[in-house]
């Protein structure tokens, strides 16, 4: 009796293992946008500020709302505490930074004020508390007031003159990008929003290697525009290398960079598909819970799960079978 109990004990201690999970897939790819969330471009060429929306598997951007005409929408951010989408966008004649707001759904931009104490600003972004920040050409980090646009200058510099500046709020962390362009990598550094200075990251530093982009043979995506990280602590890059938008994402553990597809959009690329311009992505949403990423895929959890039922089944055969030998005794 004991015999046969150990053996169902074992069986079933196996296949309860591989139905939790516990034996891993190898999981393989480029990160996907997660779950509950949405990608989000401002246009900047033939039709502005025009809001679209962004299929992230193949780049097709539908116009969100009414298009309208007369300023280059530049670097969004979504404030965590509630969710509202900010944008920096420039107007011209006489030239203006304003601090708008747009509603994802709608398309419709507001302004809240023109932003004064600094001449441009790049890489805007939005902490987890609500507050603002952004470089300057002289590479000097401001916080923003969102109410009034008024920008103040925080410590003496960065160090560096960054491409690109983003927040991600998987690590709560503001990072600068540097692109080198011997080793086609995006140097990065993360921000200190108390001093305003950057400090080397080595450990995320982004390969970009070189893409054939359509016609565009061997181009380097080393152009940034903006960037945007999601619920998953991935960047999401927009470049102009290539005389259009490209979309990259990149696996942030492993500084793995992927290209993905050129943003495109029949209305406003009215000379060629590859002519859609923008300095403008963001990201809205929550990511849906999900399982933790474990590698294990959902055809191999099917696997696993049919496994088990069959040791399982062959765990009560074997109980069976020694029933029968012993009642024949």
């Known amino acids: 009796m004991k015999k046969k109990l150990a053996l169902a004990a074992v069986v079933l201690a196996t296949a309860g293992l591989i139905t939790a999970g516990i034996a ?25 500020p025009q809001l679209t929306s962004v299929d992230t598997t193949n780049g097709n951007a ?12 530049s670097n969004a951010a979504v404030n965590p505490v509630d969710g509202v989408v900010y944008m920096l966008y420039y107007t011209y004649d006489p030239f203006v930074i304003n601090l708008a707001t747009v509603n994802p759904a709608t398309g419709v931009y507001t302004v ?38 008024v920008a103040t200058a925080v410590g003496a510099g960065l160090g560096l003159n960054p491409d690109m500046m983003g927040y991600n709020p998987a690590d709560d962390t503001l990072y600068a990008f540097v692109y080198d362009s011997g080793s086609s990598t995006l140097i990065t550094y993360t921000v200190n929003t108390s001093t ?31 960037v945007a990280f999601d619920g998953n602590g991935n ?4 470049s102009d290398s290539c005389g259009s938008a490209e979309l990259v994402v990149a696996d942030f553990a492993t500084g793995a960079a992927t290209f993905v597809a050129l943003i495109t959009n029949s209305t406003i690329s009215t000379d060629s598909p590859y002519d859609f311009y923008t300095e403008s992505i963001f990201i809205t949403g929550t990511p849906t819970a999900a399982l933790p990423d474990t590698g294990a895929s959902a055809i191999a959890l099917v696997s696993t799960g049919a496994i088990a039922a069959g040791l399982l089944g062959a765990g009560a055969l074997a109980l069976i079978m020694v029933r029968r030998r012993q009642a024949g005794k």
């Open 196 to 226: 305003g200075v950057a400090t080397a990251d080595p450990s995320h530093n982004v390969t970009m290697a070189d893409y054939s982009v359509d016609t565009y043979t061997g181009c380097n995506l080393d152009s940034l525009e903006g």
């Open 112 to 149: 809240i004020a023109p932003i004064t104490g600094a001449p441009a600003a790049w890489g805007f972004s939005i902490t987890k508390d609500g507050s603002a920040y952004f470089r300057s050409p002289t590479s000097t980090l401001y916080s923003l007031d969102l109410t009034t646009a």
């Open 62 to 73: 539908t116009l969100v709302g009414s298009a309208t005409d007369g300023s280059c929408p």
């Open 235 to 238: 960047p999401w890059f927009v």
């Open 24 to 48: 891993p897939a190898q999981a393989t790819g480029a990160p996907t946008l997660p779950a509950g969330q949405n990608f989000f471009a401002g246009a900047c060429d033939a039709i502005h």
